[in-house]
């Protein structure tokens, strides 16, 4: 795997993460908390984005770094706290009618040090998919490649908005 990756080491990504948290500590004080994890497999996030090669890989609009948006992270542990039914969890991530305790922000690679690597995607039944026909063992799969991030840290923060009237309640 490591021969098929690209190491990037980029100032700016660092420079972002910095920016970030000094905003962050800055806004939320005592609030907020941090924590850093390396992936373990590939990641790609927000695949179903409009884009000319028909996926595409989530990078900060500025920074040009790759990022895991907050709300993906959002998302993530409203799933995990469903599937573990924490309630407290639950109740602090808020619903339909009322607003979440918790702010959750970009992820974003740890000193602006990531890899990419190139990943395929093969289709088998391509007329299928796209509604011209049945699947078939004579359809040919065309395979679509994609970047995708391998083995790099982020840094992920969340905070509780203490505006929020029930947020010390959470």
Do not use: N
């Amino acid at each position: 795997l490591s021969s098929l990756c690209r190491h990037y080491d980029s100032s700016a990504g660092k420079a972002a993460l910095v920016r970030q948290r000094e905003a962050i500590l800055h806004t939320y004080s005592g609030f907020c908390r941090s924590l850093c994890g390396t992936q373990r497999g590939r990641l790609l996030v927000d695949a179903g984005r409009a884009h000319p090669l028909a996926t595409s890989l989530s990078f900060h609009p500025v920074w040009g770094v790759p990022r895991i948006a907050g709300s993906a992270v959002k998302g993530a542990v409203l799933s995990l706290a469903r599937a573990e039914k924490a309630e407290r969890v639950l109740r602090a991530m808020g619903s339909k009618t009322l607003a979440s305790d918790l702010v959750f922000f970009d992820a974003l690679p740890v000193d602006g040090k990531f890899e990419l690597a190139l990943d395929v995607l093969t289709p088998h039944y391509g007329d299928y998919y796209q509604k011209k026909g049945p699947p078939s063992e004579r359809l040919s799969p065309k395979p679509h490649t994609f970047l995708t991030v391998v083995q790099t840290k982020f840094e992920f923060w969340v905070a509780i908005d203490p505006e929020h009237p029930d947020a010390m309640q959470a």
